[in-house]
């Protein structure tokens, strides 16, 4: 993971950051989903240093075949 500092005085955090379905990690090391099936999604980032949660599209979230919950 690279992470690039920016020139401003906010001191904004930016990263690339790489999400994976976790459910298709645990089936590809078992041998039951082939590597070139793991779904995942790579992307510059801004980082909030104070959170405590992480927040998606919910067209990234479609991509990782992950559950929306209300």
């Known amino acids: 993971m690279k992470t690039l500092f920016s020139d401003n005085s906010a001191g904004a955090v930016y990263s690339t950051i790489k999400l994976t379905n976790a459910a298709d990690e645990a089936m590809v090391s078992r041998g039951v989903l082939a590597p070139k099936h793991l779904r995942q999604h ?9 959170s405590v949660h992480l927040v998606i599209s919910e067209q990234i979230a479609q991509k990782l075949g992950l559950r929306i919950l209300d």
Request: proline share 0%; aromatic share 0%; hydrophobic share 35%.
């Open 42 to 50: 790579e992307e510059r980032a801004l980082v909030d240093t104070g």
